[in-house]
């Protein structure tokens, strides 16, 4: 069962979904499709640009959720392993339209990228060479760091609430610059704030079990038999990405490190250059970055590869999200459950705070990138201007600036 997102006041509750006459339903479902397919097309810029980029269109002008269950579902992607924008669009989808929803927004958000992934796999393999688009990066790349910024201030305003999330946001902050593991951090912040506004319901509590967050994704290699294999078979390529997708957490680096230790170094499936090129492929393409796994599967077994890798590493983020969302709303009716949702919420930001930074020290390059930035900040801020438009421009800018320097 779905929930209904709160309204603002003076409008009526929605229809749920399962009351919606069948035609309302399958206009549910065509603005689910609409939607992600169009920012799965223009979601360059990772992660934090894609929760930025649903955030606007979501809860700013189609207000379909909330901010605060908008906060709570990005804080649920945390708790599972999985691309974690990927994971928001599933849950959106979910939220909207029930089962049809999920696997529509999902599919749809993934859709563009993996064919765009698919068809440059395909001139990879018969040129060996990654097409340059760093033009269009350059213009586009400063965009993002705007429409990240937008997001990270309207999404701060409800995710620090209070002085605890506040600390923990600052600490969680400085502790990602030392280098500390993010899922470490997203955890201990949770504890931290939920035993500082929560300790008294914490003590009182007898019933433990009641609490126990049943986090799916807590699987590791040990409980996945191993791939004892040399040829890359279609079983073997989906087994591989379905383990992957089950058990990875963290950002587009940690992908890497599990892709060359098995396939470059221990199965010597591919080169550690075509490793390299399927990420870089995977870094530029707009969209999720695990479609990586389409590029990698067209390499070992073409088209139907490209399929399986994709399916493999997707799923499990699908089933995950499936079992996970019925228990967001019980995590915030609890007030200590509430205040460990609060403090992965404050520390989900901090972290995408931290990747703006980096982000911008790689885009704001020289001032023509600062100039687009700070142009980008002003259509959003006071004019409103939808992001596509500036994602748009700022490409042509790109161009532009190739053209006459």
């Known amino acids: 069962m779905t929930r209904e997102p709160a309204e603002p006041s003076g409008i009526a509750a929605p229809v749920r979904y399962r009351d919606l006459s069948p035609a309302a339903k399958r206009e549910r479902l065509r603005e689910l499709a609409l939607l992600f397919l169009k920012l799965g097309t223009i979601s360059f810029g990772g992660p934090a640009a894609h929760i930025a980029m649903m955030n606007e269109e979501v809860v700013k002008r189609r207000q379909w959720v909330d901010q605060q269950t908008f906060l709570d579902l990005l804080g649920a ?14 849950h959106i989808g979910y939220e909207r339209a029930g089962w049809r929803g999920l696997i529509v927004a999902g599919a749809c958000f993934i859709l563009p990228a993996m064919l765009a992934v698919w ?11 990654v097409p340059e688009i760093g033009w269009l990066l350059y213009g586009v790349k400063p965009v993002i760091i705007a429409i990240v910024l937008q997001a990270l201030w309207g999404l701060g305003k409800s995710a620090i609430k209070n002085v605890p999330t506040g600390v923990a946001a600052v ?8 280098g500390l593991h993010e899922i470490l951090l997203l955890f201990l912040a949770g504890l931290a704030v939920m035993v500082v506004t929560s300790w008294r319901a914490i003590v009182t509590r007898t019933g433990v079990g009641s609490w126990v967050i049943p986090i799916p994704g ?8 191993p791939l004892a ?9 989906f087994g591989f990405f379905l383990k992957i997708g089950s058990i990875l957490y963290g950002s587009g680096y940690v992908l890497l490190a599990f892709l060359q230790k098995d396939l470059v170094d221990r199965w010597h499936w591919l080169s550690s250059q075509e490793l390299l090129d399927a990420v870089a492929i995977g870094q530029f393409t707009p969209g999720p970055v695990f479609t990586t796994a389409t590029f990698i599967g067209y390499l070992l077994a073409g088209n139907a590869g490209a399929i399986v890798a994709t399916l493999g590493i997707f799923l499990p983020s699908f089933v995950f999200v499936a079992a996970i969302n019925p228990w967001v709303p019980k995590l915030r009716r609890s007030p200590w459950a509430a205040g460990f949702l609060d403090g992965i919420n404050a520390a ?3 972290l995408m705070a931290v990747v703006t930074w980096t982000l911008a020290r790689a885009a704001l390059i020289d001032p023509l990138t600062v100039a687009i930035a700070l142009v980008s900040l002003v ?15 700022g490409g042509a800018l790109g161009a532009l600036s190739r053209a006459l320097l």
């Open 77 to 90: 992607t945390n708790l599972i392993p999985g691309p974690n924008s990927t994971e928001l669009a599933i």
């Open 119 to 129: 068809t440059l796999a395909a001139v990879y393999a018969r040129y060996r060479t």
């Open 171 to 178: 600490l969680v902050i400085s502790l990602s610059l030392v």
């Open 218 to 225: 807590l699987l590791t290699q040990a409980a996945i038999a």
């Open 229 to 237: 294999a040399y040829d890359p078979t279609l079983p073997r390529v």
């Open 348 to 350: 989900s930001l901090a």
């Open 379 to 393: 259509a959003l801020f006071r004019f409103r201007v939808n992001s596509a438009w500036l994602i748009l421009a």
